[in-house]
């Protein structure tokens, strides 16, 4: 690869993993003549500059953190000649797992050596933009728990869905998907740009980073005890088979819901309801094994 390399950094992902990681980072960098320079970040808008300022540059931008960071730096790259990388080192790191990218941070600077370029999609709504999924209702209590909980690792969002559960009531949901409204009542809204999300959920198991379609997975109103009893399916993706699992695909999706909810996307909160989620076509070029 003959672009220099930006590594945005946000040294308090995953619990301060990523500052703990970052200097055996460099020195593969080093080691293997990869040029490179490091940038941290004091928020997220910071590393979207960051990530403009790299296109900019010419240079790769390699966001190492959470899935928080990929989505804010792949975001700011869109409509330039910027090159996306990942080197993971949040709690879940779904975007990077589900690219075929490995998960030690220091393994995954091989492809910033000698990666190819692949043209991805990016998911889009009020302006803001992420990279994995978005999604809505019961997922956003079990997000906004998971977010606040000092429970480490992965396990962070299997204890948000625990404790979500116990307070859990169904809301009545309308999903239009390309201008098809279908009305539900249950429990979450997901629009998928790719198949996983909180620390290896596959609950889009089919959806693709460049297709140009979210793969919209609706679980409508089940028991708590069935709904419990299913969870684990969801590790594997075979819960898309149950009936109280819908999976449309389109480019365009409307929700809105009787009550209050945030949407959720790559972990964090990115807008609230009622929301339309569009879907950038391969918007952004990317490093990938």
């Not at 792949?74 to 589900?98: E, I, Q, T, Y």
Request: with cysteine; charged share 25%; proline share 5%.
């Amino acid at each position: 690869m003959d672009r220099d390399v930006a590594l945005i950094v946000n040294p308090s992902a995953g619990g301060g993993r990523v500052a703990r990681l970052l200097p055996g980072v460099e020195r593969w960098l080093r080691v293997h003549g990869v040029a490179y320079h490091v940038e941290r970040t004091r928020d997220i808008e910071h590393a979207r500059e960051l990530a403009r300022a790299a296109a900019q540059a010419g240079e790769v931008a390699a966001a190492f953190g959470g899935d928080g960071i990929v989505g804010a730096v792949a975001g700011a790259l869109v409509g330039s000649d910027g090159v996306l990388a990942v080197l993971p080192g949040g709690r879940g790191n779904d975007f990077a797992r589900a690219a075929g990218i490995p998960k030690s941070p220091v393994a995954a600077c091989e492809v910033l050596r000698s990666g190819r370029e692949m043209r991805i999609d990016i998911g889009e709504v009020d302006g803001r933009r992420f990279v994995g999924i978005a999604s809505c209702g019961f997922d956003s209590d079990a997000n906004r728990i998971a977010n606040a909980t000092r429970v480490p690792g992965e396990a962070a969002y299997a204890y948000g869905a625990v404790r979500a559960l116990i307070g859990w009531k169904p809301a009545n949901f309308v999903v239009t998907v390309d201008g098809e409204a279908r009305s539900f009542r249950g429990y979450t809204v997901a629009a998928a740009n790719g198949p996983a999300y909180g620390g290896g959920m596959y609950v889009a198991p089919d959806a693709r980073f460049d297709d140009g379609l979210f793969d919209v997975v609706s679980v409508t109103g089940v028991s708590k005890l069935r709904f419990v009893s299913q969870l684990p399916k969801v590790f594997r993706g075979t819960h898309v088979r149950n009936e109280e699992v819908v999976v449309r695909r389109g480019g365009e999706v409307e929700i809105t819901a009787d009550r209050p909810f945030t949407l959720y996307a790559d972990g964090d909160p990115i807008a609230e309801l009622p929301a339309t989620v569009r879907t950038l076509p391969g918007a952004v070029a990317m490093l990938v094994p």
